[in-house]
C-alpha cells in the first residue's frame, strides 16, 4: 500500500523559507516519478517539481524555477522541497505525489493528471 505523508507547511513572511518532507512506503523511489504539486486558490493544480531517477531528469516550472529545489533521501524514503525567496503568490496547498513508471519513454509528467499517487497535502502561506 502506498502512502506519502507531507509535512513542514505553515506561515511564512515574503522573501521568507521552508523545507517541505515527504515520507513515502509502498514505493520503490528508483521507478517512480516523484513529484511536488499545489494548488492555489481559486487556480489549476501545478506540478511545481518532479524528479525522475531512470533518466536522472529533474523539472521545475518557470514559477519557482532557482527558488525551489527538490532532493531526495533514498535511505529515509523521503522527497523534500526546499523553497526560498517565498512570495505571497506560492501560498497554496502542496502536495506529494508519484507514479510507477521505470520506462525511458513518457510524457506526460509536468501534468498533475500523470500522478497516481497523493498526499494529502500541507498548506503554505506566505504573507507579511
Known amino acids: 500500500q502506498v502512502q506519502l505523508v507531507e509535512s513542514g507547511g505553515g506561515l511564512v513572511q515574503p522573501g521568507g523559507s521552508l523545507t517541505l518532507s515527504c515520507a513515502t512506503s509502498g514505493l520503490n523511489l528508483d521507478f517512480n516519478f516523484l513529484a511536488w504539486i499545489r494548488q492555489a486558490p481559486a487556480k489549476e493544480r501545478e506540478v511545481v517539481s518532479y524528479i525522475y531517477d531512470v533518466d536522472k531528469s529533474e523539472y521545475y516550472s518557470d514559477s519557482v524555477k532557482g527558488r525551489f529545489t527538490m532532493s531526495r533521501d533514498n535511505a529515509k524514503n523521503t522527497v523534500s522541497l526546499q523553497m526560498n525567496s517565498l512570495q505571497p503568490e506560492d501560498t497554496a496547498i502542496y502536495y506529494c505525489?508519484?507514479?510507477?513508471?521505470?520506462?525511458?519513454?513518457?510524457?506526460?509528467?509536468?501534468?498533475?493528471?500523470?500522478?497516481?499517487?497523493w498526499g494529502q497535502g500541507t498548506q503554505v502561506t506566505v504573507s507579511s
Open positions: 505525489a508519484a507514479k510507477h513508471w521505470g520506462s525511458y519513454w513518457y510524457d506526460g509528467a509536468a501534468s498533475p493528471q500523470w500522478y497516481d499517487y
